[in-house]
């Protein structure tokens, strides 16, 4: 169990990630590839993937370097996933190749103590063994990160938009009560499963929230108390049918191609809406709103999320991209 502290200063401090973190997701991508739990999840992500794998000859370079790093256990190195991946793929991965040797043999260090760890591990503290490992961590960003970007961000963008909603209705509370069944907010501590039994005290530093895509059951935190308390948390995989609501006005480019109707129901996804908003919006009933926001997801222009009693629509990348060419018009 892992018990996340919290002042009355941190819950003002707590907030939302508005992106993936690539380094990250490449950690836990990486144990998706090392279990069987949650393989229906990822499945058609796990079979290209692996395919990918293997068309470029990586597979030895990933069973021998990147998988020994990341074991399924209770701990991997912190330097692998540095504050600095917030801000994109190269800037993280410029921070993996600064780490201070002393930290790199620590971290291993520890990583022997829980893991099976290969010998050549603490080789890591030298520059060209770790520009090794950054580069295989491009590589394989490449093969299993990137191709996933928009889906990724869309989801993100859906829990970002559902968590807006709940600080509104129900304030910071409202937010740490709602983040899956992993977690449990009991004022002023958040309780949530973990592989070890430990605390953590914000200290007035806040808790920066990153939805995982790749991130299965529970979350996962930095194991170094001195660096700023990040919480990844698993975004819900389960597929949820549902509704969106209508927006206001409509261009008749987007009116001829989707329909009057069903143009208002994704204009009025931009910023999320659930069934009975869509329906409203739009004057339609609630059974015929279902059905077009199930249209224009079966073709990949909004994604549905429950949220309690409600289902929440957003947008998709494809989605907003033909918003935005409609509003600009041709050319």
Same mark, same amino acid.
Not at 5 to 25: G, I, S, Y
Not at 47 to 66: C, E, Y
Not at 163 to 172: E, F, I, N, P, Q
């Given at each position: 169990?892992?018990?996340?502290?919290?002042?009355?200063?941190?819950?003002?401090?707590?907030?939302?990630?508005?992106?993936?973190?690539?380094?990250?997701?490449?950690?836990?991508?990486?144990?998706?590839?090392?279990? $069987?739990?949650?393989?229906? @999840?990822?499945? &058609?992500?796990? *079979?290209?993937? /692996? %395919? #990918?794998?293997?068309?470029? =000859?990586?597979?030895?370079?990933?069973?021998?370097?990147?998988?020994?790093?990341?074991?399924?256990?209770?701990?991997?190195?912190?330097?692998?996933?540095?504050?600095?991946?917030?801000?994109?793929?190269?800037?993280?991965?410029?921070?993996?190749?600064?780490?201070?040797?002393?930290?790199?043999?620590?971290?291993?260090?520890?990583?022997?103590?829980?893991?099976?760890?290969?010998?050549?591990?603490?080789?890591?503290?030298?520059?060209?063994?770790?520009?090794?490992?950054?580069?295989?961590?491009?590589?394989?960003?490449?093969?299993?990160?990137?191709?996933? $970007?928009?889906?990724?961000? @869309?989801?993100? &963008?859906?829990? *970002?938009?559902? /968590? %807006? #909603?709940?600080?509104?209705? =129900?304030?910071?509370?409202?937010?740490?009560?709602?983040?899956?069944?992993?977690?449990?907010?009991?004022?002023?501590?958040?309780?949530?499963?973990?592989?070890?039994?430990?605390?953590?005290?914000?200290?007035?530093?806040?808790?920066?929230?990153?939805?995982?895509?790749?991130?299965?059951?529970?979350?996962?935190?930095?194991?170094?108390?001195?660096?700023?308390?990040?919480?990844?948390?698993?975004?819900?995989?389960?597929?949820?049918?549902?509704?969106?609501?209508?927006?206001?006005?409509?261009?008749?480019?987007?009116?001829?191609?989707?329909?009057?109707? $069903?143009?208002?129901?994704?204009?009025?996804?931009?910023?999320?809406?659930?069934?009975?908003?869509?329906?409203?919006?739009?004057?339609?009933?609630?059974?015929?709103?279902?059905?077009?926001?199930?249209?224009?997801?079966?073709?990949?222009?909004?994604?549905?999320?429950?949220?309690?009693?409600?289902?929440?629509?957003?947008?998709?990348?494809?989605?907003?991209?033909?918003?935005?060419?409609?509003?600009?018009?041709?050319?």
């Amino acid at each position: 169990m892992l018990r996340i502290h919290f002042t009355d200063a941190d819950l003002v401090r707590t907030r939302v990630a508005a992106a993936p973190d690539p380094l990250w997701e490449i950690c836990l991508s990486l144990h998706r590839l090392q279990t $069987r739990h949650g393989r229906w @999840a990822y499945a &058609d992500w796990h *079979r290209a993937t /692996r %395919a #990918r794998i293997q068309d470029t =000859h990586f597979t030895r370079t990933l069973r021998t370097l990147l998988l020994p790093l990341v074991p399924r256990a209770a701990y991997f190195p912190d330097f692998l996933t540095p504050p600095e991946g917030a801000e994109g793929l190269d800037s993280g991965l410029e921070a993996v190749l600064t780490t201070p040797p002393s930290r790199v043999l620590h971290e291993v260090g520890v990583l022997s103590r829980t893991s099976r760890t290969p010998s050549w591990a603490p080789r890591l503290a030298e520059p060209g063994m770790r520009g090794e490992l950054v580069r295989a961590m491009r590589a394989y960003h490449d093969m299993a990160i990137a191709p996933y $970007r928009e889906r990724v961000q @869309a989801r993100i &963008d859906a829990e *970002r938009t559902a /968590r %807006a #909603r709940t600080v509104l209705d =129900h304030g910071a509370d409202g937010l740490l009560e709602g983040l899956g069944p992993c977690l449990r907010w009991r004022r002023p501590v958040l309780h949530t499963v973990y592989p070890e039994d430990r605390d953590m005290s914000l200290g007035g530093r806040g808790l920066r929230l990153v939805p995982s895509y790749f991130c299965w059951g529970n979350p996962v935190a930095f194991a170094d108390a001195s660096l700023d308390p990040v919480l990844m948390y698993a975004l819900c995989h389960e597929p949820h049918p549902g509704p969106l609501p209508g927006g206001t006005g409509s261009d008749a480019p987007l009116t001829v191609l989707l329909g009057r109707t $069903r143009s208002t129901v994704l204009r009025a996804a931009a910023t999320g809406a659930t069934t009975g908003e869509i329906a409203r919006t739009a004057g339609i009933s609630a059974p015929s709103a279902s059905r077009h926001t199930t249209a224009l997801r079966d073709n990949g222009l909004i994604t549905s999320h429950r949220q309690g009693m409600r289902v929440l629509h957003t947008l998709t990348p494809l989605g907003a991209a033909l918003l935005r060419g409609s509003a600009q018009g041709p050319g």
